[in-house]
């Protein structure tokens, strides 16, 4: 029997936590490779149900949950050395892997995280972003972004916009700086709770879905941050 822990979890392995230390995702396939050499007959895992007496199935498990992981990773490097775009934008270029095993869904991390977290170790936390280096105070860069847009009424407009083009990614980065240049207007938290809202019933992976959830209470609160 083979008890692999929090290794494997019945879905993306939880080797992005945002809120969360560096995690080694090349660390995490080598480890799951070496599981399936000891061609283990009975799989019983943190989370999730067991896989009993089927070898077969605990070596798929293991070996595709491997190549996933060693997918990004090497799909991440690679992106990272041909130009290396600010560290935001690099996973767009990332070719994210996609599985229809059970055990390979975003329920509670996802590919993406994956992704910025691989970022992260070989790419520091400089963003890339000149003016990101030694950066002014968000609220004073988010107030002038509102003086040109009329205020931060006018943000929550383009915001707005943005949600009736069904682009809630878009809409996100309005409603940020809306309430970062006007916390105290209850009209401004509430629309962008909205927002939040939104997102967060789109998601799949149990972090995105909480992260954006508090997002939506904090910003009734007044709060531009979770």
Known sequence: MLCPGDLIIWGVPNAGNPQKVQRYPWDWANALRDMAAKKPKTLAPGH??????????????????????????????????DGSPPHVDIVHSVELPVSDSPWLQPIYDEAEFIVRNVVRYFGGWFSGRPSELKPAARD????????????????VVEAQRFVALGDLVMASHFADYALEAAPSDPAVGQAVAEIYDARAAKETSLMAINLFRSAAAYAREGRPFV
Do not use: C, N, S, Y
């Open 48 to 81: 999730g149900g067991p896989i009993v007496d089927d070898p077969k199935l605990v070596a798929r498990v293991l070996i595709e949950t491997a190549d996933f992981l060693e997918a990004i990773v090497e799909r991440t490097i690679k992106v990272m050395e």
């Open 140 to 155: 004073q860069v988010a107030q002038a972004i509102a003086g040109l847009a009329g205020g931060a009424a006018g943000l």
